[in-house]
């Protein structure tokens, strides 16, 4: 079993910054790709951000310049850093991890979401 849990959600004001964590635990091997997404009332989930098990990153253009994803492979972690955040960015965001077990099972795992509400 592999669970993520997400923190760091929240109610903040437009302009101002939240930090996103989401710790992987369970019998793990081995995570690839890390990511975040996020669904907003009446849409679909869409992506965010994506770091490799390197480092490599990719934002979304919405994003990018705003927020950075990040990760710790020895605390299993990744992180998204939310500054300038505007109304837009409401929703529920939730972070995936491409784990290897250690029975060598791959499988995509997500978290149970975190809210973040961006509002005046």
């Known amino acids: 079993q592999v669970q993520l849990v997400e923190s760091g959600g929240g109610l903040v004001q437009p302009g101002e910054s939240l930090r996103l964590s989401c710790a992987a635990s369970?019998?793990?091997?081995?995570?690839?790709?890390m990511g975040w997404y996020r669904q907003a009332p009446g849409k679909q989930r869409e992506l965010v951000a994506t770091?490799?098990?390197?480092?490599?990153?990719n934002h979304v253009d919405s994003v990018r310049g705003r927020f950075t994803i990040s990760r710790d492979n020895a605390k299993n972690t990744v992180y998204l850093q939310m500054n300038s955040l505007k109304p837009e960015d409401t929703a529920v965001y939730y972070c995936?991890?491409?784990?290897?077990?250690?029975?060598?099972?791959?499988?995509?795992?997500w978290g149970q979401g975190t809210q973040v509400t961006v509002s005046s």
């Open positions: 995936n991890a491409l784990v290897t077990s250690s029975s060598l099972v791959r499988g995509s795992y």
């Open positions: 369970g019998n793990i091997f081995r995570i690839d790709g």
């Open positions: 770091i490799t098990n390197g480092g490599t990153t």
